[in-house]
């Protein structure tokens, strides 16, 4: 099992432009959540995504930000018009069900705003 | 208001030397708490968890309700120990984990 897979490990974007990053969960796990982390901050919770269902969006910021996780394929955080206040990690943890389960987190993607 | 306070940014230590990471957290209903840690250039991983009440690598913690603390205790640092560590406490039902801000360990030879 390869682990918690997160692409791409680094991500530079100029203002106003788009950031797209991806989560491929372990397998045989079906919950997926992501975590923001700012400079000399800890890990903030965003947002928890069952397949195709968004189950809990509220660290999420309402706007620029969206996140997917579809039936087929990874699980997506999606960042339009990125400001520099968006530049942070970004990681994914998954784990096989709702509650009581590990979450094992990938390595995370380094987004830069220029 | 749910939260986790690490007061401790930076934790310096010789090697041989007894260690306590200090984790105080805020929540109204009963809690599950975890330690996290982040060795150099490696993925965050879970090291222990309070219900599972047992020592990985030498160390322990224990949650104490009344003073509403998980601190982090290993007894002889050793040099390998030298990494992020990060409270979280698991809130909301569904694992959602609220962090603190971090601890970094130095263990010094």
């Known amino acids: 099992n390869a682990g918690v897979m997160q692409n791409p490990r680094h991500l530079v974007r100029r203002r106003g432009q788009e950031a797209r990053l991806r989560c491929s969960p372990m397998?045989?796990?079906?919950?997926v959540y992501w975590y923001r982390q700012l400079p000399e901050e800890g890990l903030k919770f965003m947002v928890y995504l069952q397949k195709e269902n968004i189950i809990d969006e509220s660290g999420m910021p309402k706007e620029r930000f969206s996140a997917e996780f579809p039936k087929e394929g990874p699980s997506i955080l999606r960042i339009q018009q990125v400001v520099r206040g968006d530049s942070a990690a970004y990681f994914c943890a998954s784990s096989p069900s709702r509650s009581g389960d590990t979450q094992y987190f990938g390595p995370g993607t380094r987004l830069t705003v220029l | 208001a749910q939260r986790v306070t690490q007061p401790e940014k930076l934790l310096s230590v010789f090697k041989g030397a007894p260690v306590e990471l200090k984790c105080n957290y805020s929540?109204?209903?009963?809690?599950?708490l975890f330690w996290y840690v982040q060795y150099s250039r490696q993925r965050l991983q879970l090291l222990l968890r309070?219900?599972s009440r047992e020592s990985i690598k030498g160390f322990t913690a224990d949650l104490n309700k009344g003073e509403t603390s998980f601190h982090l205790k290993k007894p002889f640092a050793q040099e390998e120990d030298s990494a992020m560590y990060y409270c979280a406490l698991s809130a909301g039902g569904y694992n959602k984990l609220i962090f603190g801000a971090g601890t970094r360990l130095a263990v010094h030879p």
């Open positions: 309070h219900i």
């Open positions: 929540y109204s209903g009963s809690p599950e």
């Open positions: 397998k045989g796990h079906s919950h």
